[in-house]
């Protein structure tokens, strides 16, 4: 998944909802390298705690976006 934004320095905001499940980073492979000025931030929360929430610069968030797991049932 990748998302395009024309202005790659402005921050942006992403949710990701399970319908069933949940989604979370898999720990053992997220790596981010932010520079300096790029910072993430990120919340769960919603109903049950399925929703993740992403903040950043658009750069940023597809990095992270490379390390969404989701655990179905």
């Known amino acids: 998944m990748k998302m395009v934004y024309s202005d790659t320095t402005e921050?942006?905001?992403?949710t990701v909802t399970a319908q069933s499940g949940s989604v979370f980073f898999d720990p053992v492979r997220i790596k981010l390298q932010q520079l300096s000025d790029d910072v993430l931030s990120?919340?769960?929360?919603?109903?049950?705690?399925?929703?993740?929430?992403?903040?950043?610069?658009?750069?940023?968030?597809?990095?992270?976006?490379?390390?969404?797991?989701?655990?179905?049932?």
């Open 11 to 14: 921050n942006i905001s992403v």
């Open 42 to 73: 990120i919340r769960s929360g919603g109903r049950g705690g399925k929703d993740l929430m992403l903040q950043g610069t658009i750069e940023v968030v597809n990095d992270a976006l490379q390390f969404l797991v989701y655990s179905g049932y």
